[in-house]
């Protein structure tokens, strides 16, 4: 599976940015994981293709939303209320098992960097 991340960019604190990440095919959940700088890889969120469950990390929790289009192949993160601690490169990550961490996980995108100024 070949994942293609896209739509990290520059914003302001409070502003917002939209995440894509392109699947080659589909496998049972799509998450996203952030590294900040200097730090390690961490959770953000996990969903199925189906769309019946969503599971996300408690720092990003009614500020961001993943979504899917299953016709594209492609996952959403809709990040809202952006602070600068969610300065980080963020990876989308594909793979067979519903969990947050990093094993969890079978295939990795590129990262797409987020920089968040105050």
């Known amino acids: 599976v070949q994942l293609q991340a896209s739509g990290g960019g520059l914003v302001q604190a409070g502003g917002s940015l939209r995440l894509s990440c392109a699947a080659s095919?589909?496998?049972?959940?799509m998450g996203w994981f952030r590294q900040p700088p200097g730090m390690e890889r961490e959770f953000v969120v996990v969903?199925?293709?189906?769309?019946?469950?969503?599971y996300y990390a408690d720092s990003v929790k009614g500020r961001f939303t993943i979504s899917r289009d299953n016709a594209k192949n492609t996952v959403y993160l809709q990040m809202n209320s952006l602070k600068p601690e969610d300065t980080a490169v963020y990876y989308c990550?594909?793979?067979?098992?519903?969990?947050?961490?990093?094993?969890?996980?079978?295939?990795w995108g590129q990262g797409t960097l987020v920089t968040v100024s105050s």
């Open positions: 990550a594909a793979g067979y098992g519903f969990g947050s961490r990093i094993n969890d996980f079978s295939y």
């Open positions: 095919r589909r496998t049972y959940v």
């Open positions: 969903t199925t293709w189906s769309g019946d469950t969503s």
